[in-house]
């Protein structure tokens, strides 16, 4: 069987981690693996496949090395070497922000839309959706199929883990400090204590009022789904861990009843139906950290509304969201293109 060189970019964070988790669990045919991050972690260690993986300096990779990259190195730096990359012959798979709203660059969630990945062709660079962006995607997805989606209203409830590991431990120190050593931590990552609190804010406010957040699943929610879909956001970070959780009501052309959604999204790639509240059978995020599956609880006709419906949805954001989208995205591209 063929294998392919792989540069996973980041690969000291959180996701990046996750990245060469999901390549090993997933028995992607790699052949040789390189870990790139700063010069910060240069020389650190990263296990992979009973052994471990020497970090080394992104700045001087030699990108005609690899056909894959998987980077997940932030907007900023992706901005720099992504184009880099594609230019020495690697097709990268890019997990921030920068170029997911370029025309030339296919953004793609493969269960929803893997046609888009052959436009890769044009930058060599296909771009992996915000977190809370792709497990809507998933959800969404049998549901427009059925009635056509018009307009979408989403509450996300966000962990921080999508923050990054200085998010989890900011976390996890004034959790400690305030209610086992009754001791103050000022927030540093986020604008207000996150301990057993939440904050309506994730990313920058726009002039709109709305933040980039809030945005990113606008603009993406219409690139990879259908760009009449009306979509509106409010993004709150929770403090919770890992997974984010979203409640969606969802306003289609065509009715769609709770039977009809719950039995389309139980066919639906990626989607586990777990719904019986009156078993206490819905999912939390405690309960899909670590899994692949985007979960969707709480189907149910909205009453106030004909054509409407609301759902709770929870994924793992480091997965799903972030580095299991970017493998899935990879094996179409070694299926279907990098033959």
């Keep these: 069987m063929r294998t392919y060189d792989v540069a996973v970019v980041g690969a000291s964070g959180n996701v990046g981690r996750e990245m060469l988790k999901i390549l090993e669990e997933r028995n992607f045919p790699v052949g040789k693996v390189y870990a790139l991050a700063s010069e910060r972690s240069a020389g650190s260690t990263i296990p992979f496949k009973g052994g471990e993986l020497v970090v080394e300096n992104l700045e001087n990779f030699d990108f005609s090395k690899v056909e894959i990259g998987l980077f997940s190195p932030g907007a900023s730096v992706s901005k720099v070497h992504a184009p880099r990359a594609a230019a020495a012959g690697c097709v990268v ?17 493969p269960e929803v839309n893997p046609e888009a990945i052959g ?3 044009k930058k060599g660079i296909i771009a992996n959706p915000n977190c809370s962006t792709i497990q809507m995607m998933v959800a969404l997805k049998p549901i427009h199929d059925l009635g056509t989606i018009e307009r979408v209203v989403v509450s996300t409830y966000q962990a921080v883990s ?9 976390l996890f120190e004034q959790t400690r400090a305030k ?8 927030p540093k990552k986020f604008p207000k204590e996150i301990a057993f609190n939440l904050i309506p804010q994730i990313d920058l406010f726009l002039e709109n009022g709305y933040t980039k957040e809030e945005m990113k699943m606008v603009n993406e929610t219409k690139k990879i789904l259908d760009p009449s879909i009306a979509v509106t956001a409010t993004c709150v970070r929770v403090g919770v861990f890992n997974g984010h959780s979203e409640s969606v009501n969802v306003q289609t052309k065509h009715k769609v009843t709770a039977a009809q959604a719950r039995e389309a999204l139980q066919k639906m790639d990626g989607v586990v139906v777990v719904d019986d509240p009156s078993q206490g059978h819905y ?5 899909a950290s670590g899994k692949d599956a985007t979960y969707v609880s709480r ?7 004909e ?13 799903k969201g972030a580095a299991l989208n970017a493998v899935q995205i990879a094996e179409v591209l070694i299926r279907d293109y990098l033959k």
Excluded: Q
């Design 283 to 287: 999912i939390t995020p405690a309960e």
């Design 307 to 319: 054509n409407c419906l609301n759902f709770w949805c929870v994924s793992d954001n480091l997965r």
């Design 162 to 170: 999508g923050a990054g590991k200085d998010a989890m431990d900011e």
């Design 299 to 305: 189907i149910r006709e909205d009453e106030s509304h």
């Design 179 to 186: 209610y086992v050593e009754t001791l103050e931590v000022p």
């Design 93 to 109: 798979v890019d997990n921030t922000s920068f170029f997911r709203m370029d025309p030339d660059v296919p953004l793609v969630v």
């Design 119 to 121: 436009g890769y062709k």
